[in-house]
């Protein structure tokens, strides 16, 4: 018996080109949801657009401390020093975009250094680019 061929939907492969405006709306409303749901939780976020795929990152305040900072032995100042942390990135979220409402999640593993696809929290491989950036805001 031969076996039916057929397409199956894949959420974490393909997708659709996101287009200039397309992008403009995705910052939008990202950054809306974010300052509403997250305040106070990051400085800024960045968004990078690669064909159909929507990375995004945030940007914290380090912590002021007093006393000596991990690296003035290296010879950075404390000024220095927290300028990087300011200016190091937290990879939250790939996100990769079908339709404006459809998007798939793959949440940064720091221990891989690496994207790895998952389910949203409603149990669903797709959802709105809102729930998606829901997955990586857990490093907020």
């Not at 960045?46 to 900072?69: M, N, Q």
């Not at 032995?73 to 990087?84: D, I």
């Not at 929290?121 to 797709?126: E, K, L, P």
Request: hydrophobic share 35%; proline share 4%; net charge neutral.
């Amino acid at each position: 018996m031969a076996k039916a061929k057929g397409w199956v939907f894949d959420s974490h492969s393909g997708g659709v080109k996101i287009t200039p405006a397309k992008q403009e709306l995705v910052k939008r409303r990202i950054l809306a949801y974010a300052k509403g749901h997250y305040a106070g939780k990051f400085s800024r976020l960045e968004f990078k657009f690669r064909g159909a795929l929507c990375y995004v990152d945030a940007f914290t305040e380090p912590e002021e401390f007093e006393g000596t900072h991990p690296t003035a032995s290296f010879g950075e100042t404390k000024e220095e020093y927290m300028e990087r942390l300011r200016n190091t990135p937290t990879h939250l979220v790939r996100m990769r975009h079908f339709d404006t409402e459809r998007w798939s999640a793959a949440f940064y593993t720091y221990s891989n250094e690496r994207y790895e696809p998952c389910f949203l929290r409603s149990g669903d491989f797709v959802g709105t680019m809102e729930e998606a950036f829901d997955i990586g805001a857990v490093y907020l």
